[in-house]
T-cell receptor, first 115, second 115 residues
Framework: GAVVSQHPSRVICKSGTSVKIECRSL??????MFWYRQFPKQSLMLMAT?????????EQGVEKDKFLINHASLTLSTLTVTSAHPEDSSFYIC???????????FGEGSWLTVV | AQTVTQSQPEMSVQEAETVTLSCTYD???????LFWYKQPPSRQMILVIR??????QNATENRFSVNFQKAAKSFSLKISDSQLGDAAMYFC????????????FGTGTSLTVIP
């Protein structure tokens, strides 16, 4: 299947700082990427849909100024958590849509810990 | 809005036995896709199987098969000859065929395989 790489897998940052998470599609072009947040033992919560070359579409309740998403190329989307707080600590997962396969493939996920 | 319901938070199965995970969904669309994803302890989401709604034949992937009942809006996953490596969270997902690429996930079923 298609490969989606997410980096970093784990990151610890200080409260008030910003942290960037990258999501890359390695062997296909992804016009659409998705960012999810997953709380322990819960399902994936869609945060935003990222389309290459345009602004991301955020789900209700997700602060667009806090979770900045950029999809500058067909293989890269980034999520920047700005002015991070301990309550932002979570597991973040990206995924990329493949039109040819009509499905999505996931990155490995990123653990963010804000101290 | 589309909703996906997994009514079994936890399931267990004896190694080598068969287990069925339930999923129901709500939609007014006639054309859509359904998926089962597996999330092992590593947290990497893995596509297990997919089904196109316009196909009457149930999808099969080795030991994994689905029972797709379109009228009942039911999409269960059967795992045959269960193996220890099948232990994971399983998420059912829905995607509309014609508009948007957004996936809707169920709340997940935690599967334990007993040696």
């Amino acid at each position: 299947g298609a490969v989606v790489s997410q980096h970093p897998s784990r990151v610890i940052c200080k409260s008030g700082t910003s942290v960037k998470i990258e999501c890359r599609s390695l062997d296909f072009q992804a016009t659409t990427m998705f960012w999810y947040r997953q709380f322990p033992k819960q399902s994936l919560m869609l945060m935003a849909t990222s389309n290459e070359g345009s602004k991301a579409t955020y789900e209700q309740g997700v602060e667009k100024d806090k979770f900045l998403i950029n999809h500058a190329s067909l293989t890269l989307s980034t999520l920047t958590v700005t002015s991070a707080h301990p309550e932002d600590s979570s597991f973040y997962i990206c995924s990329a849509y493949t039109p040819s396969g009509n499905t999505i493939y996931f990155g490995e996920g990123s653990w963010l810990t804000v101290v | 809005a589309q909703t996906v319901t997994q009514s079994q938070p936890e399931m267990s199965v004896q190694e080598a036995e068969t287990v069925t995970l339930s999923c129901t969904y709500d939609t007014s669309e006639s054309d859509y896709y359904l998926f089962w994803y597996k999330q092992p302890p590593s947290r990497q989401m893995i596509l297990v199987i997919r089904q196109e709604a316009y196909k009457q034949q149930n999808a099969t992937e080795n030991r994994f098969s689905v029972n797709f009942q379109k009228a009942a809006k039911s999409f269960s996953l059967k795992i045959s000859d269960s193996q220890l490596g099948d232990a994971a969270m399983y998420f059912c997902a829905y995607r509309r065929a014609n508009t948007g690429n957004q996936f809707y996930f169920g709340t997940g079923t935690s599967l334990t395989v007993i040696p």
